[in-house]
């Protein structure tokens, strides 16, 4: 299994025999890029597509489909209520409006998706968002590597490599504080963590990190190194040949 919560969901009688060996970050293309495409830039940024004015803050959030699963209703209100407390920022949303996981289809009314459903219940300013659709993996590690913060939600499910990609590219990364995500995620430590449904933490973290994004770089340093040690495909590989060479030669 990837990840110790995963494991979890076994029933107890197999857990003795599944071990936890992550999937791999290839940190060959998802990596910090020392640094260099972090604010003070000279200029403009352009970043997935969206040129960013010298100064204006970044907030990503990825997800293939914009999904309660994911957090996109809790991202947009709380993108809303940064934006009323911050309002020289930026939001690149990278993904689809593809449902992906659980049954959001059983209540948006109608809409043709999630997102719709979610933009028609209250009026956001859409002159601060920039959704992106899909885009390739280095253009991905690009936006990661120079994003002001990351915010990611999850409820109790399977852990998206979209938050382990930023953190391998040293992304601050502000996420849900649910066990998926507390496996990987030390509050203050190696990133932030508020609670799902809490708009108002979210934003007050968001805007703290918006305000001073240097005090704050350690996380995002610490969250790579993190990565590099425990998650990269260097880490994880040794472990795989392991469990393989260990089966056969039963």
Known sequence: APTDFQKSRFPAEYLPKIEVIFD???RSVYNGQDEKLRPPTPGPRTLAGV?????RRVVTYVSRGFESMRGFDIFMRTAKRIAQ???DVIFI???TERIAYGGDENYIEGKKSFKEWVLAREPFD???FAFVGRIPPTELAKLLAATDLHIYL???FVL???MMNAMSCGAVVLASATPPVQEMIRDGENGLLADFFDIE???KKAVQVLKDPGAFRPLGRAAEEMIAQRYSLEAVLPKMLSLYERTAAK
Do not use: H, M, Q
């Open 24 to 26: 791999g970050i290839d």
């Open 51 to 55: 040129t960013v004015p010298a100064g």
């Open 85 to 87: 407390l911050y309002p």
């Open 93 to 95: 949303v990278v993904g």
């Open 126 to 128: 859409l002159s601060k």
């Open 154 to 156: 999850t409820v109790p």
């Open 160 to 162: 998206s490599w979209s």
């Open 201 to 203: 933490e979210f934003a």
